[in-house]
């Protein structure tokens, strides 16, 4: 029997003649097959979508937001001191006492306290929300004996808003479960500050709203200040950068940069990946609260798929959606004894190369595609600044990055591919919601001081001008 180089005979090393309907898997499987010209094509179509994101005018009707975080630098060094850190994202929040090390070049989380949002908050007012947090955070304070000082804050607040300073961020609607009432269309900032100036036994200094991809990015840049990039692989996906201020439209002043915040998890959104599409992918999108962003569910509907194709019944259908298939630890073929086990299979050794074959090809796409998307934001930066080659830093975090076996390495060698051009080094961020946020503070607070000694100097040079002229004219 004649049999063809395929995925099918190198992932399961038999001849395809012994399984026939395995020729059926490949088939299903190829359409996740996504060659480097094909990722060459995805790369110039999100290209596309940065600059309509970018756009004053074709921003409201770009899939890719391109969102201005007001963050106008990364780390450089020389911040220090003590900052407050609030992560609010879910059912609980976490504050945190930062402080920035200068001579170690460390960011240490000197402690940090979890509290919990009770369901009658989160469906409750905004003034009760933002007092139960208030009153979270002098609780804090007193346990680390920090009262009497008036600490600047960085505020992680993961929900959607538009952002129109670095201070002030407006609440475009609750996510998650939240529902409080009084809130949507105002700037949560504003919120925060008079819930504190309500209790009267504490104030805060001042305050920077941070997204968590923003944070991550930051978080690395104190410890690699090359780091220009930000970037979550987890649930969803998201990426930062710096942009030049001259292409940002929507924001005034051309001189510098900003970090954007691309939310890059909506490209696509459009249509325009509709040719890479699969059939898999539509059923998800269809019957998902959040198309476009689980793996995991497309694994499930594949097996559901090749159950009848070549599987064993499965006593226990239901764990398909719960079974994690691409974080467990151990080897490919351990996993795939452990999800069938759960799923009730008594399998044989062919079911569990199934498993593991449907899951190294889905994240592999998943992997080319974030590559794709990286590749994007790396040849952009380096064409906006005219260099032939671009070193640059990207900081990473989100659970598919960190725990998956394969994904972190074939990402790094697909964007290794795509743009020879950029040597990119890859740094995990330590909490970027967290720590991130304080650096994001830290960094606002050195440029206001040196924008505030830079207009001392500048009135200073002006009155010896004057006297200097006073002294030429006696």
Same mark, same amino acid.
């Given at each position: 029997?004649?049999?063809?180089?395929?995925?099918i005979i190198t992932a399961f $090393?038999?001849?395809?003649?012994?399984? +026939?309907?395995?020729?059926?898997?490949?088939?299903?499987?190829?359409?996740?097959?996504?060659?480097?010209?094909?990722?060459?094509?995805?790369?110039?179509?999100?290209? *596309?979508?940065?600059?309509?994101?970018?756009?004053?005018?074709?921003?409201?009707?770009?899939?890719?937001?391109?969102?201005?975080?007001?963050?106008?630098?990364?780390?450089?060094?020389?911040?220090?001191?003590?900052?407050?850190?609030?992560?609010?994202? #879910?059912?609980? &929040?976490?504050?945190?006492?930062?402080?920035? !090390?200068?001579?170690?070049?460390?960011?240490? $989380?000197?402690?940090?306290?979890?509290?919990?949002?009770?369901?009658?908050?989160?469906?409750?007012?905004?003034?009760?929300?933002?007092?139960?947090?208030?009153?979270? =955070?002098?609780?804090?304070?007193?346990?680390?004996?920090?009262?009497?000082?008036?600490?600047? =804050?960085?505020?992680?607040?993961?929900?959607?808003?538009?952002?129109?300073?670095?201070?002030?961020?407006?609440?475009?609607?609750?996510t998650k479960g939240f529902n409080?009432?009084?809130?949507?269309?105002?700037?949560?900032?504003?919120?925060?500050?008079?819930?504190?100036?309500?209790?009267?036994?504490?104030?805060?200094?001042?305050?920077?709203?941070?997204?968590?991809?923003?944070?991550?990015?930051?978080?690395?840049?104190?410890?690699?200040?090359?780091?220009?990039? #930000?970037?979550?692989?987890?649930? #969803?996906?998201?990426?930062?950068?710096?942009?030049?201020?001259?292409?940002?439209? *929507?924001?005034?002043?051309?001189?510098?940069?900003?970090?954007?915040?691309?939310?890059?998890?909506? &490209?696509?959104?459009?249509?325009?990946?509709?040719?890479?599409?699969?059939? &898999?992918?539509?059923?998800?999108?269809?019957?998902?609260?959040? +198309? !476009?962003?689980?793996?995991?569910?497309?694994?499930?509907?594949?097996?559901?798929?090749?159950?009848?194709?070549?599987?064993?019944? &499965?006593?226990?259908?239901?764990?398909?959606?719960?079974?994690?298939?691409?974080?467990?630890?151990?080897?490919?073929?351990?996993?795939?004894?452990?999800?069938?086990?759960?799923?009730?299979?008594?399998?044989?050794?062919?079911?569990?190369? !199934?498993?593991?074959?449907? @899951?190294?090809?889905?994240?592999?796409?998943?992997?080319?595609?974030?590559?794709?998307?990286?590749?994007?934001?790396?040849?952009?930066?380096?064409?906006?600044?005219?260099?032939?080659?671009?070193?640059?830093?990207?900081?990473?975090?989100?659970?598919?990055?960190?725990?998956? +076996?394969?994904?972190?390495?074939? =990402?790094?060698?697909?964007?290794?591919?795509? !743009?020879?051009? @950029?040597?990119?080094?890859?740094?995990?961020?330590?909490?970027?919601? #967290?720590?991130?946020?304080?650096m994001v503070t830290a960094v606002?607070?050195?440029?206001?001081?040196?924008?505030?000694?830079?207009?001392?100097?500048?009135?200073?040079?002006?009155?010896?001008?004057?006297?200097?002229?006073?002294?030429?004219?006696?």
């Open positions: 029997c004649e049999c063809r180089d395929s995925l $090393k038999n001849p395809c003649c012994v399984f +026939p309907a395995l020729k059926e898997v490949e088939k299903y499987l190829e359409l996740f097959h996504l060659p480097q010209e094909k990722l060459k094509e995805v790369s110039a179509r999100l290209k *596309r979508d940065l600059i309509r994101g970018l756009g004053k005018h074709s921003h409201h009707r770009a899939a890719v937001k391109m969102l201005p975080t007001f963050v106008r630098a990364t780390p450089d060094g020389t911040e220090k001191g003590d900052y407050l850190a609030l992560d609010l994202g #879910g059912t609980n &929040f976490r504050v945190l006492h930062v402080r920035v !090390v200068e001579e170690q070049q460390r960011v240490l $989380k000197m402690d940090s306290k979890i509290c919990a949002i009770p369901q009658e908050i989160m469906l409750g007012t905004g003034e009760q929300l933002f007092d139960h947090i208030a009153a979270c =955070l002098s609780e804090f304070l007193d346990s680390q004996d920090l009262k009497g000082q008036t600490l600047p =804050l960085g505020f992680t607040f993961s929900f959607p808003c538009e952002q129109k300073e670095i201070d002030k961020s407006i609440l475009i609607r609750w409080c009432s009084g809130v949507e269309g105002r700037d949560v900032v504003q919120l925060l500050k008079e819930a504190i100036r309500r209790r009267g036994d504490y104030d805060i200094g001042s305050v920077a709203m941070v997204n968590d991809t923003v944070g991550t990015m930051m978080s690395c840049g104190y410890r690699d200040q090359s780091c220009e990039i #930000g970037m979550i692989i987890g649930t #969803g996906t998201n990426a930062c950068y710096m942009e030049e201020m001259k292409n940002v439209k *929507r924001v005034e002043g051309e001189a510098g940069r900003m970090c954007i915040n691309t939310e890059w998890g909506g &490209f696509g959104d459009d249509g325009s990946l509709r040719d890479i599409q699969t059939e &898999f992918d539509v059923v998800v999108d269809q019957t998902s609260i959040n +198309p !476009v962003q689980s793996n995991n569910s497309i694994i499930w509907f594949q097996l559901l798929k090749y159950k009848d194709l070549l599987l064993p019944p &499965f006593s226990n259908e239901a764990a398909l959606n719960n079974t994690r298939f691409l974080l467990q630890e151990g080897t490919g073929l351990e996993n795939g004894q452990n999800i069938l086990t759960e799923l009730g299979v008594k399998w044989d050794p062919v079911d569990v190369r !199934v498993v593991r074959l449907v @899951c190294d090809t889905i994240s592999s796409r998943s992997a080319r595609l974030c590559a794709a998307a990286l590749a994007t934001i790396a040849n952009r930066i380096r064409v906006n600044r005219g260099l032939d080659h671009l070193k640059t830093t990207v900081g990473v975090d989100g659970t598919v990055y960190r725990k998956h +076996p394969n994904f972190s390495e074939e =990402l790094q060698d697909t964007v290794r591919l795509l !743009v020879p051009k @950029c040597s990119i080094s890859f740094l995990v961020s330590e909490d970027g919601s #967290g720590k991130g946020a304080a606002a607070q050195r440029l206001a001081l040196q924008s505030r000694l830079l207009e001392d100097s500048d009135g200073e040079d002006e009155e010896v001008e004057e006297d200097e002229e006073e002294e030429e004219d006696k």
